[in-house]
């Protein structure tokens, strides 16, 4: 199963998870975060986390792949440290499942 899990981040950030059996996919711009979800995408990846970091700039790929059961796309912190993306996505998933922010998420 964990090679079925596949990790997208700066190569310090997800090392660990290389040592444990994930499949991991170093990258260093929004281009190559992209690039990288396409491919998983077409090998059937059915889970994917990504770094908070790494997600900068690309977060759209997560809105082509909301609808759909599989892959699930989930932003993790990464060496940086946490963005606030993972939390930002948690809230519009809830908002658009029940209708209302009841997590206070909202920025707008």
Known sequence: MRGDIAVIGDSDSI???KAVGFKTVGVSSSAEVIAAVERLVKEKCPV???????LEGAEH????YRDHSIPAI???PGRFGKTGTGMRN?????????GTDILG???D
């Open 61 to 64: 790929i997560m809105d082509n």
């Open 15 to 17: 090392i660990g998870f």
């Open 105 to 107: 998420l909202r920025s």
């Open 48 to 54: 994917i986390f990504i770094t908070e970091h790494a």
């Open 90 to 98: 948690l809230g519009k998933n809830v908002e658009r499942a029940i």
């Open 74 to 76: 989930i932003p993790i």
